[in-house]
């Protein structure tokens, strides 16, 4: 069936570092996008979205790229911080789904090393 | 601010015992989500309201329900709940559907004893 992917599950990067998360989806009908943050014991938190008319979107240290060619999501986070440590999941949103369900990928977690 | 608020954060219940998770939210969104998430899991739709219209996701066990009373509070109930309900339970809104961002509670911790 569709899904979004991640191609990697873990990420351990040093402090100070830019922190780049990959999100492969299959569902061509997607026209909206978002990243989600979820730390331990948590709910998932909006980082940034982006919709398929755009192909870039910055936000606070955080910048999300989207490449509809080969479907493909990534989100890139500047000067990387032991606070950015979590769970990133990406999550699409087909045309299909009037009721907005979101398809989540299976998440990354970054770790940061200081 | 609390938008989206959960209460309890932790519940401990019986094997079997009827619980209700708590959700209300201060944002006056039209849509009210309920998620399951299990460990190192992405979270999984159960239902949600368009208003008053509920909406069942076709995988959803009968042992789950949930009540909408009002644009601001919704609740899960479980009715018979099994081991394998233990879970983070999210509530999310969003102002209308499809295209808005989804905005999650902090979360219920279930435990099924």
């Known amino acids: 069936g569709e899904s979004v992917g991640l191609h990697l599950p873990t990420l351990s990067v040093q402090e100070g570092d830019n922190s780049i998360i990959n999100c492969a989806y299959s569902?061509?009908?997607?026209?909206?996008f978002i990243w989600y943050k979820q730390e331990s014991g948590k709910g998932p938190q909006f980082i940034i979205d982006?919709?398929?008319?755009?192909d870039k979107r910055q936000g606070q240290r955080v910048t999300v790229l989207l490449n509809k060619t080969v479907k493909h999501l990534s989100l890139q986070i500047a000067a990387t911080q032991p606070g950015d440590s979590a769970v990133y999941f990406c999550?699409?949103?087909?045309?299909?789904?009037?009721?907005?369900?979101?398809?989540f990928g299976q998440g990354t977690e970054l770790s940061v090393k200081p | 601010d609390a938008m989206v608020i959960q209460n309890p954060r932790y519940q401990v219940t019986q094997f079997g015992k009827p619980v209700t998770l708590s959700c209300s939210q201060t944002l006056n969104h039209n849509v009210m989500y309920w998620y399951q998430q299990k460990s190192s899991q992405a979270p999984k739709l159960l239902f949600h309201?368009?208003?008053?219209?509920?909406?069942n996701e076709a995988d959803t066990p009968d042992n789950f329900q949930s009540r909408r009373p009002n644009t601001s509070f919704c609740f899960l109930d479980i009715r018979s709940p099994g081991l394998g309900d233990a879970a983070m339970y999210l509530c999310?809104?969003?102002?209308?559907?499809?295209?808005?961002?989804?905005?999650f509670g902090p979360g219920t911790r279930l435990t099924v004893l």
């Open positions: 569902n061509s009908a997607s026209d909206y």
């Open positions: 982006i919709r398929s008319n755009m």
């Open positions: 999550a699409e949103n087909p045309l299909y789904n009037q009721g907005g369900k979101l398809i």
């Open positions: 309201y368009y208003d008053k219209d509920f909406n």
């Open positions: 999310a809104t969003s102002r209308t559907g499809r295209t808005d961002t989804q905005y």
